[in-house]
DNA sequence: GTGAAAGCGCTAACAC
DNA sequence: GTGTTAGCGCTTTCAC
């Protein structure tokens, strides 16, 4: 026991604690003796009165996704300033996956959960939210008991879809993502932003797995069925690099012959041949973002339920010379 | 209590734990209602008597750079085979932050280590060896009571070396990492490697951080120093990348002026402009390495102390159109 | 094959 | 401002 050390005993859980009721000069000698002794208090004891662990959860469907990466370098920093621990869950957007990952992380009394789902209904997100501080990225969500922040995909689109009919184009595809269930968010959005502008694209989208394999296949399928496609705009950066991919082995010239742009302008898409065309968000301050409304759902004493919180990231387009 | 629910008091524990001392009738009955309940052990009351945790460590200096990512799928993959979470730590390639993260590690009583580790010393890391099972990744070490699984570096050096020197180039740099102390094991390959050839290639290499801005300025500065080189090979692909594009910059043609040769293979590499020639190597497979050695560690007792784990992936040249 | 008792190392509540 | 007591929910002996 550092009581040996110092003087006291659990003195030193008021001095670890920084309760109030300590003296100054008995604090500063406990915490001699803890940084002599090299004491470490037993997290699994203190977790068993306190039930709560330094510990922040964060959601992805999959990391290998360099998309994920970015938001997750400013989850890490984020969590690194409170002194919280960083847990990783990787879903391939399963439902049962992302729902153990919430279990789990209640049963660890985190902090908080912070990420990606796209299989979980509404209601069983609402349900976790009532178990601990759970933030949700990128995802249009009305339950009252919810709080999200996503990157501005409805303004992204429309943004993306204007520049291309300002630049001529009047046949454009859109590859979506075929993960989980929240799908409709961007296509509508699409179908919407082409709308206004008199366009029906409703036939025009076609989805994909949100990687490079995904969006040349989709790509493919696309130009199979609707061959007079002009451009094509990707769910995200990896399937309109795999569309421009897919457009060359096809023949066609890009942006020549069918203009691709994206989403999310991943570090690398700079340095795509050509360099791709896209709607820029700010992953690392979504990331920081994500942790940062965990602190303020605290307050309120559990999931937020008086006021969700919805906060939506700007983004803005990148022109480049795929588009 | 599940007491209540089944009959017994701790032969719930027999059971969950699958303690062999139980009647299959009992253990059902007592399953069926521990589903029933939704009952769910705590862990922090089982950690402080097991002093253990389901959670495995893994440690990258950035989480950012996407070659980590692509190991952590791999890690990730294995982990969920063993029924095992995964905390991720960012150390930024940083002493104190390394040293942290496995001093949590311990303190969580994680199933075991694994990661890049740049700045801790050699035997630093076998003290730690001795609390948990740590395998240490890409690092070429001598202490005996460390495992590690190492993309074989060497190799692959001595492959890009071979592969420039036959293609006629005489005049070849390297961008080596300048983040830990490991540098010397990747610099001395490269001149080792030229050695071969006849070449004194130890004023040929400059450093830089192992990313896109850290490879543009270490060319910038290469090319400086020895206006004669026709070829560089990067420490890493991020770094080959920030040469490319460094080196048009300077107005010079790639592979045309300067050839550029990476390590990694990231799967961005081949669709950068132009198609990167690179080192492949499997990093999801390494993941899995990594934590599948810690299972050989495992019934040693330790660390394995008594036989260090040593394994060298394979890697492979991938010709592409940059060099 | 199953129950009973002890104790892991903390923090909270209360006395002093 | 500091010491004492109790108990968090498991697993581990040890009886039976």
Redesign the pocket.
């Known amino acids: 026991m550092a009581k040996a050390a110092g003087?006291?005993?659990?003195?030193?859980?008021?001095a670890?604690?920084d309760?109030g009721?300590?003296?100054p000069?008995?604090?500063a000698r406990v915490m001699d003796a803890v940084a002599a002794l090299g004491y470490r208090?037993?997290m699994f004891?203190?977790g068993?009165?306190?039930r709560r662990s330094d510990v922040v959860g964060l959601v992805v469907s999959d990391i290998a996704n360099p998309f994920y990466p970015s938001v997750a370098r400013g989850v890490f920093d984020a969590a690194r300033e409170r002194g919280w621990n960083v847990v990783i869950y990787n879903t391939d957007a399963d439902r049962d996956r992302e729902a153990a990952a919430l279990v789990d992380l209640v049963d660890r009394g985190a902090q908080g959960a912070v990420g990606f789902f796209y299989a979980l209904p509404e209601e069983e997100l609402a349900g976790f939210a009532a178990s601990l501080p759970l933030v949700v990225a990128d995802r249009r969500l009305t339950n009252p008991a919810l709080s999200v922040v996503s990157a501005d995909f409805v303004g992204g689109t429309e943004t993306a879809v204007d520049y291309l009919v300002s630049g001529g184009h009047r046949e454009i595809g859109m590859l979506d993502s075929g993960v989980g269930l929240a799908v409709d968010e961007r296509r509508d959005a699409f179908v919407e932003a082409m709308a206004r502008h008199g366009l029906d694209a409703s036939a025009s989208v076609v989805v994909g797995s949100p990687d490079l394999a995904g969006g040349a296949a989709a790509t493919r399928a696309l130009l199979a069925e609707r061959p007079g496609t002009t451009a094509v705009f990707g769910f995200n950066d990896l399937m309109a690099l795999g569309a421009v991919r897919a457009l060359r082995e096809l023949g066609v010239a890009v942006p020549g012959g069918c203009a691709v742009i994206g989403f999310d302008d991943l570090e690398f898409s700079q340095y795509a041949d050509p360099p791709l065309t896209t709607i820029h968000s700010d992953k690392h301050e979504h990331g920081v973002l994500l942790v940062r409304t965990l602190d303020d759902l605290r307050p309120d004493g559990k999931g937020g339920a008086a006021a969700p919180i919805r906060i939506s990231m700007p983004v803005r387009l990148v022109r480049r010379t795929s588009a």
Chains 1, 2 share one sequence.
């Open positions: 003087v006291s005993r659990q003195t030193v859980s008021r670890l604690n309760l009721e300590i003296s000069g008995t604090r208090p037993n004891a203190r068993m009165k306190t």
